[in-house]
């Protein structure tokens, strides 16, 4: 039933365009407080860790509908951190079924998405005059689509790692592939070049060491389809660069370092304003295409120190975190890099998955041994004696 009511979550947020307005907001909250009712996932213990949350929480709310006046843009983000935190909470206390049921169910997610971007893509491009369509799906935004089918892809990798889906999964895989690069997103195609090749490189070494023929034939196989993709991605890269207009990321980032040293303390209050256009052909934006920058120009470095604050309590509240599921750490890694290059975490869809997947590579506490029966064998001065 929880992951159930993750996975609707996740859903919805996807179907409606990234959840962007209060409506679909305030159903996401709800189906998230379900969840932590229905698993009774109470927040364990941790004094500095919720004392730091709920700082951040107010520092936000302070610095955003209260400074600049209440509008949904300013409200976005501190909504955004409840549902990551509630997210986190409930993920962290699932069983194993749960969690393998919501793994599964991600890769569902992923592979509907994919499906529905190609065929849309498809449409567009046989309609479009200067062939620059590119697949956005329902979540209608194609760099947060294209970040978060690499995510999905890494899961399914994991699966067909671990030998589970038959033949199905290998299918599954390079068809969110293939979404992935009608997506045209550099920062996605990028990403998952990085993942392939090491992928690529570890798996290298099995390969070798496989002496039968159909093991060189597998190695042969593989190899060429990561080449393939690799080109097709480079192509991609390379042709939206020549036909589309510079969006000239080093500007924004440059005018967010001038007006971050402006108000460095408290920074300019959310939402910010739109940066200063960098030629007649760039797009009006509000975001600097940096989570890092955006965060401190909105809310300072104070914000940004509770920030780090919460990241670091958090990472040192639980057990070590290289006990945990490396691929699963990976594929969430892989949505948060997305925010140096753009505001993909900012996606509701995004942020929820990013979440989601945090909470499942988070390495689980050992459960503590059940206590003896009373009518156990008591060891007693070297002797034992069945109790009475």
Same mark, same amino acid.
């Given at each position: 039933? =929880? /992951?159930?009511?993750?996975?609707?979550?996740?859903?919805?947020?996807?179907?409606?365009?990234?959840?962007?307005?209060?409506?679909?907001?305030?159903?996401?909250?709800?189906?998230?407080?379900?969840?932590?009712?229905?698993?009774?996932?109470?927040?364990?213990?941790?004094?500095?860790?919720?004392? /730091?949350?709920?700082?951040?929480?107010?520092?936000?709310?302070?610095?955003?509908?209260?400074?600049?006046?209440?509008?949904?843009?300013?409200?976005?983000?501190?909504?955004?951190?409840?549902?990551?935190?509630?997210?986190? %909470?409930?993920?962290?206390?699932?069983?194993?079924? !749960?969690? !393998?049921?919501?793994?599964?169910?991600?890769?569902?997610?992923?592979?509907?998405?994919?499906?529905?971007?190609?065929?849309?893509?498809?449409?567009?491009?046989?309609?479009?005059?200067?062939?620059?369509?590119?697949?956005?799906?329902?979540?209608?935004? @194609?760099?947060?689509?294209?970040?978060?089918?690499?995510?999905?892809?890494?899961?399914?990798?994991?699966? %067909?790692?671990?030998?589970?889906?038959?033949?199905?999964?290998?299918?599954?895989?390079?068809?969110?592939?293939?979404? %992935?690069?009608?997506?045209?997103?550099?920062?996605? %195609?990028?990403?998952?070049?990085?993942?392939?090749?090491?992928?690529?490189?570890?798996? +290298?070494?099995?390969?070798?060491?496989?002496?039968?023929?159909?093991?060189?034939?597998?190695?042969?196989?593989?190899? /060429?389809?990561?080449?393939?993709?690799?080109?097709?991605? +480079?192509?991609?890269?390379?042709?939206? +660069? /020549?036909? *589309? &207009?510079? *969006?000239?990321?080093?500007?924004?980032?440059?005018?967010?370092?001038?007006?971050?040293?402006?108000?460095?303390? =408290?920074? *300019?209050?959310?939402?910010?304003?739109?940066?200063?256009?960098?030629?007649?052909?760039?797009?009006? +934006?509000?975001?600097?295409?940096?989570?890092?920058? #955006?965060?401190?120009?909105?809310?300072?470095?104070?914000?940004?120190?509770?920030?780090?604050?919460?990241?670091?309590?958090?990472?040192?509240?639980?057990?070590?975190?290289?006990?945990?599921?490396?691929?699963?750490?990976?594929?969430?890694?892989?949505?948060?890099?997305?925010?140096?290059?753009?505001?993909?975490?900012?996606?509701?869809?995004?942020?929820?998955?990013?979440?989601?997947?945090?909470?499942?590579?988070? &390495?689980?506490? *050992?459960?503590?041994?059940?206590?003896? @029966?009373?009518? #156990?064998?008591?060891?007693?001065?070297?002797?034992?004696?069945?109790?009475?």
């Amino acid at each position: 039933m =929880t /992951a159930c009511l993750v996975l609707t979550a996740i859903a919805w947020a996807v179907a409606t365009r990234g959840a962007t307005d209060l409506r679909d907001l305030a159903v996401l909250l709800a189906l998230l407080v379900a969840a932590v009712v229905v698993a009774r996932a109470w927040p364990r213990r941790d004094p500095a860790l919720w004392t /730091a949350i709920g700082a951040v929480i107010v520092w936000l709310i302070a610095n955003g509908p209260l400074r600049t006046g209440w509008s949904l843009e300013s409200v976005r983000v501190p909504i955004l951190v409840v549902l990551v935190t509630l997210t986190v %909470i409930v993920v962290g206390r699932m069983r194993s079924s !749960e969690r !393998e049921m919501l793994l599964a169910g991600l890769i569902v997610v992923g592979s509907l998405q994919a499906a529905i971007a190609l065929v849309s893509w498809a449409v567009l491009a046989a309609g479009s005059a200067s062939g620059t369509a590119r697949a956005e799906g329902l979540l209608g935004f @194609p760099n947060g689509l294209g970040i978060l089918l690499v995510a999905t892809s890494i899961v399914t990798l994991r699966e %067909i790692e671990r030998r589970r889906g038959g033949r199905l999964l290998p299918a599954v895989l390079l068809l969110q592939v293939a979404a %992935i690069l009608a997506t045209g997103s550099r920062t996605a %195609i990028l990403i998952g070049a990085i993942v392939a090749c090491a992928w690529l490189a570890l798996r +290298t070494a099995r390969w070798r060491a496989g002496t039968g023929r159909s093991a060189l034939r597998s190695a042969r196989a593989r190899h /060429a389809l990561v080449v393939s993709a690799l080109g097709v991605g +480079t192509a991609v890269v390379l042709w939206r +660069t /020549a036909v *589309e &207009p510079n *969006e000239d990321r080093p500007h924004l980032w440059r005018e967010a370092l001038q007006r971050i040293a402006a108000a460095p303390i =408290t920074g *300019e209050g959310a939402p910010a304003a739109a940066f200063r256009i960098a030629s007649p052909a760039s797009r009006v +934006t509000t975001s600097a295409h940096n989570e890092i920058l #955006q965060w401190t120009l909105e809310y300072g470095l104070v914000g940004l120190g509770l920030a780090v604050a919460v990241i670091v309590l958090a990472l040192r509240s639980g057990r070590p975190w290289r006990l945990g599921d490396r691929w699963l750490q990976v594929a969430a890694l892989a949505l948060l890099a997305s925010g140096l290059t753009g505001f993909s975490p900012r996606i509701s869809a995004v942020a929820l998955a990013a979440a989601v997947l945090i909470g499942l590579s988070a &390495p689980r506490a *050992e459960h503590a041994p059940a206590q003896a @029966p009373v009518s #156990q064998t008591v060891v007693s001065g070297g002797s034992s004696s069945p109790s009475k």
